[in-house]
């Protein structure tokens, strides 16, 4: 059944953190997997359409985080046919903060109690002083919150199967903002992106839902710096002549608390039903 309702179709996963454990601090535990898990939903996908077909399948990781850095430096080798893709944020990157969910998860570490340290979570977005600020700085350093650097993500670049892609350096749901602010964060990212790895032909929007996270007006936005393909977190395949410059490409966004053939059942579901609908196109 996977391969069948997988077959002639494209698809992309969304990961975020790579773990054995859950923190009992996490404060969204879902967004880290087992990478026994990770590997055996990949082989799983790739089981289901043997054969010479590859460039169907691609795995990404949001955020930047190291763990999700050497999963995929351990596993490009190992699947030339799957495509990786890294998103980070660049400012994050290249100055060493953490994000403000790890300062939620510090608070909680520490004896807060969790609503109060949600609020951590409700300070106003300036793009142009959130990763200079001292409560963010050094979080990446820490081994819980450790962050890719830029020489090491420089050199996952390099392998034939893997892309960096543009994450923005906020990380807040776009749709939440004023525009003003949407503008700038976007120049100064793609700028410290493309300073740091160069042309940006990936990007994509932090949490991802069409119309809740990003409507529109932010996707011409994001075609306007460069035309790269945007990616959402729409669970559903994908056609192959969907993927262009410019597009809005779906990713099934993974959550961790399931294993792997539950998640191959919602895979074959919701491709499934896409060849029932047919594909849903939001932003041609």
């Not at 596993?75 to 939620?104: M, N, S, T, Y």
Request: proline content about 8%.
């Amino acid at each position: 059944m996977l391969g069948a309702s997988l077959k002639g179709l494209s698809l992309a996963l969304c990961f975020h953190r790579v773990g054995h454990e859950p923190r009992e601090t996490d404060w969204q535990p879902g967004l880290t997997m087992p990478e026994e898990e990770i590997d055996a939903l990949i082989e799983l996908l790739l089981a289901s359409r043997p054969g010479p077909s590859s460039g169907w399948l691609t795995v990404t990781f949001d955020d930047g985080y190291k763990d999700s850095h050497d999963y995929i430096a351990a596993r490009a080798h190992r699947w030339p046919e799957v495509e990786f893709i890294f998103f980070v944020c660049p400012g994050k990157i290249d100055q060493r903060a953490g994000f403000r969910w790890d300062l939620v998860e510090r608070a909680m570490s520490e004896g807060v109690a969790r609503d109060d340290a949600m609020k951590l979570l409700q300070d106003p977005a300036d793009p142009a002083r959130e990763n200079g600020r001292d409560d963010l700085k050094g979080l990446a350093r820490l081994p819980q919150f450790e962050l890719a650097s830029v020489a090491s993500l420089q050199a996952l670049q390099k392998l034939p199967n893997v892309a960096l892609g543009n994450h923005t350096n906020l990380h807040l749901a776009v749709a939440k903002l004023p525009d003003a602010v949407v503008a700038d964060d976007l120049k100064r990212s793609t700028a410290t992106f493309e300073k740091l790895f160069g042309p940006m032909r990936h990007f994509a929007f932090p949490y991802g839902t069409p119309e809740h996270h990003f409507t529109r007006k932010h996707v011409d936005l994001v075609r306007g710096a460069g035309n790269p393909m945007l990616w959402s977190t729409h669970a559903r395949p994908y056609l192959p002549e969907e993927r262009k410059p410019g597009a809005v490409l779906p990713r099934f966004g993974v959550d961790g608390f399931h294993p792997a053939r539950e998640l191959a059942g919602w895979i074959t579901a919701r491709s499934l039903r896409l060849r029932m609908k047919g594909p849903h196109h939001q932003y041609r």
